[in-house]
């Protein structure tokens, strides 16, 4: 799926066969076994990767999931993502990922924190403040990123915040972080809605992946109404609207949604065909397919997660004419900037506030969606098709200008 994004943006921009697949293939790919050491004094041996696709702009740096049906070509894909998604807002990075094939919920505290040692210490030899910063992403959490980095710092023998991003304030995380990904995809949300001319009033949004993204993506501090919400436990479904601080009590006592009392439960498939202002995926990639595609009933799809449109279901979306797509590389880049606004505090050692950060975010948001809307005007392309084309030449760019090592 997503080098066939790059090949149709590749094409539509008539990137030089010299650079293109310099610019499309990833720069290093490593597997690692991970043996953990269980409570019970058994050792398990899981899985585990790490892509970097373009150190040609800087840093590699990307997230790393721990989830049960990680395969290392997703890793790929999601590191080809972030490439193109630093390289459109403008941050001296490449794009990478990385994961480990474990369902972290059948682990205690104790084992996670074994296994998240052992993976920073594999990637030791690969990774560094300045060749590559990870950060937290499906399964995983700020507490893990402060494990992987003590796990570094002790490996270099100094205290090295900077090698990861995610981390705990206490101990150089920023402030602003947690709700960076949907606080910016909500603000994106906000200024389409206004180019629309749909007040905020009047709108409806329903969140499939009601997690720490989603929730901040939801626009209800801005005043639209929630009527739909879900998780991997199940969707819940009110019309006059769910509360959400309720909500959000109810996840933090019990985890997860499942017998949510404060909307009637429906299908995730129903909860992505209700009639709304705002669809917010949120959760896992390709929810979005040809089947269900054509039975979206929303004015502005926000793709607060990776990848969750098929390029099945972007033809017909397209073809459609009536919903405005804000692509992922653009709508959860929130995320994104203020982990590089993390790694500069920390490489500085000098800290922002929380308004800061945000107004910071919210400038460099703004300038994106500025250049992706005037690429969509001056080619007429998809705003996908904009936002891809935008990072894409730049990567091939940097690469073109650095020459090719002999």
Not at 118 to 136: K, L
């Amino acid at each position: 799926m997503a080098c066939r994004q790059f090949d149709k943006a590749a094409d539509a921009i008539s990137l030089p066969e010299a650079i293109r697949d310099r610019t499309k293939y990833p720069r290093r790919c490593l597997a690692v076994s991970l043996p953990v050491k269980r409570d019970d004094g058994s050792v398990t041996v899981v899985e585990g990767y790490r892509v970097q696709h373009n150190l040609s702009t800087g840093p590699a740096k990307g997230g790393i999931r721990f989830h049960e049906h990680v395969t290392l070509g997703e890793i790929g894909a999601l590191a080809m993502w972030m490439s193109w998604k630093y390289s459109l807002v403008g941050l001296p990075y490449g794009g990478a990922k990385g994961g480990v094939i474990v369902d972290p919920s059948k682990l205690s505290e104790t084992e996670l924190e074994h296994l998240s040692r052992r993976y920073m210490q594999e990637m030791v030899n690969f990774i560094g403040p300045h060749t590559e910063v990870p950060a937290p992403d499906v399964g995983t959490n700020e507490k893990i990123m402060g494990w992987m980095m003590d796990t570094y710092s002790n490996h270099v023998g100094h205290i090295s915040p900077a090698i990861v991003t995610g981390k705990p304030i206490a101990i150089g995380g920023s402030q602003g972080l947690r709700e960076a990904t949907g606080a910016g995809g909500a603000y994106l949300v906000k200024k389409y809605l206004a180019d629309l001319k749909i007040p905020l009033s009047k709108t409806t949004v329903a969140i499939e992946g009601f997690g720490n993204v989603g929730n901040e993506t939801a626009l209800a501090h801005y005043g639209a109404k929630i009527i739909a919400i879900s998780d991997y436990t199940g969707a819940f479904y009110n019309a006059e609207g769910i509360d959400l601080s309720r909500a959000l009590k109810y996840v933090r006592y019990q985890k997860v949604l499942r017998d949510f009392d404060g909307a009637e439960p429906i299908t995730n498939k129903q909860l992505l065909e209700l009639k709304c202002t705002v669809l917010v995926p949120a959760a896992l990639e390709r929810v979005i397919t040809d089947k269900n595609a054509a039975k979206l009933k929303c004015r502005v799809l926000a793709e607060a997660a990776n990848g969750p449109t098929t390029n099945a279901a972007d033809k017909i979306i397209d073809a459609r004419g009536n919903i405005e797509l804000i692509p992922d590389v653009l709508c959860n880049a929130g995320g994104v900037i203020v982990s590089y606004f993390e790694w500069l505090q920390n490489l500085s050692n000098f800290y922002w506030s929380r308004d800061e950060v945000l107004t910071k975010l919210f400038g460099i948001l703004d300038q994106a969606k500025d250049a992706v809307d005037t690429q969509q005007k001056k080619f007429q392309f998809s705003r996908r098709l904009a936002a891809l084309t935008l990072g894409i030449q730049r990567v091939a760019d940097a690469k073109a200008t650095r020459g090719l090592f002999p």
